[in-house]
């Protein structure tokens, strides 16, 4: 008699289906080409990369450098980078707003010189730009009145005419002695500010400086140059400052009194060291004495 399997007993066979492998295969095989096209396009150097790190480096404040190549393929604005292609860094723009700054006083020298008023005013160059300094206030103006002298006059004309056509903007301060009587205003701060703005009206009316490139303030006798109580001292703080501003920026004008200084200082030193040899030339010069008896 013939035994019946039992449903459910004996072994089934599994037939998996792996048509999948060949869409995994085609997709591995466009990836390869892919890297490859790509590989072949790209031309890998190590000079480009050694020069991008450097640059990089550099501008991130990693490595110090004098000069800095730009890096192939990096691109730097135009007016960063100068003829040879160097990068201009806030030194080479502090340089350059000392020698702007330098030229317009020489402007105004050179125009002063002309009317014969040449040394009527001071000046100083630091991070705030140039400042043309009105020492001894009734020197350019009547004794405790904002009434501008026949010298200041002059003297502004010269001023205004150099500045009115230069884009830089131009704050006019004036300040008073601590040690004065500021009658008959009642104080300090309304006869500097009345000065300051007297100049300030003869540049935009008489010279044509623009008003929206100037300003007048008045200190008062807070911000004294110098703590002599003496005449001579009173003459310094009583002034007006026309003060031609720097428009670099704070970067770069923080760097400016030290590189005027040093130049100051290696003019120093060149002087010093002429005059040495100009002392040593002149020993060697002097006729040497004869000895013997006659």
């Known amino acids: 008699m013939a035994t019946r399997k039992r449903r459910g007993s004996g072994s089934i066979e599994h037939h998996v289906d792996e048509r999948w492998m060949a869409s995994y295969m085609d997709m591995v095989t466009v990836l390869m080409c892919l890297f490859i096209v790509l590989f072949a396009m790209s031309s890998p150097s190590a000079e480009k990369y050694e020069k991008l790190k450097e640059s990089l480096a550099?501008?991130?404040g990693v490595e110090s450098s004098d000069t800095i190549d730009t890096a192939d393929g990096v691109i730097v604005p135009p007016d960063l980078v100068d003829e040879e292609g160097e990068l201009i860094t806030?030194?080479?723009?502090?340089?350059?707003?000392?020698?702007?700054?330098?030229?317009?006083?020489?402007?105004?020298?050179?125009?002063?010189?002309?009317?014969?008023?040449?040394?009527?005013?001071?000046?100083?160059?630091?991070?705030?730009?140039?400042?043309?300094?009105?020492?001894?206030?009734e020197t350019f103006f009547q004794g405790n009145s904002t009434d501008l002298s026949t010298k200041a006059i002059d003297v502004l004309s010269s001023i205004g005419?150099?500045?009115?056509?230069?884009?830089?903007?131009?704050?006019?301060?004036?300040?008073?002695?601590?040690?004065?009587?500021?009658?008959?205003?009642?104080?300090?701060?309304?006869?500097?500010?009345g000065r300051a703005t007297q100049v300030v009206?003869?540049?935009?009316?008489?010279?044509?400086?623009?008003?929206?490139?100037?300003?007048?303030?008045?200190?008062?006798?807070?911000?004294?140059?110098?703590?002599d109580a003496s005449p001579a001292g009173q003459q310094m703080n009583r002034r007006?400052?026309?003060?031609?501003?720097?428009?670099?920026p704070e970067s770069v004008r923080a760097l400016i009194p030290g590189l005027v200084n040093a130049d100051r200082q290696a003019a120093?030193?060149?002087?010093h060291k002429a005059a040495e040899k100009e002392a040593e030339g002149g020993k060697?010069?002097?006729?040497?004495?004869?000895?013997g008896g006659h």
């Open 240 to 248: 007006v400052d026309v003060v031609i501003l720097s428009d670099e």
């Open 201 to 227: 009206r003869f540049f935009v009316e008489r010279t044509g400086v623009a008003q929206t490139r100037t300003g007048a303030v008045g200190f008062g006798s807070a911000r004294p140059i110098t703590s």
């Open 268 to 271: 120093s030193d060149a002087s």
């Open 161 to 193: 005419g150099v500045i009115a056509p230069i884009p830089h903007e131009v704050s006019v301060e004036g300040h008073a002695d601590p040690h004065g009587s500021p009658a008959p205003f009642p104080t300090d701060w309304e006869l500097s500010s």
């Open 90 to 137: 806030d030194v080479d723009l502090a340089i350059r707003e000392i020698e702007s700054l330098e030229a317009i006083r020489d402007q105004i020298d050179a125009s002063l010189a002309g009317k014969g008023l040449a040394g009527a005013v001071n000046y100083t160059i630091d991070q705030r730009g140039l400042t043309v300094r009105l020492v001894g206030a």
């Open 284 to 291: 060697k010069s002097e006729p040497k004495k004869e000895s």
């Open 58 to 60: 550099t501008g991130f």
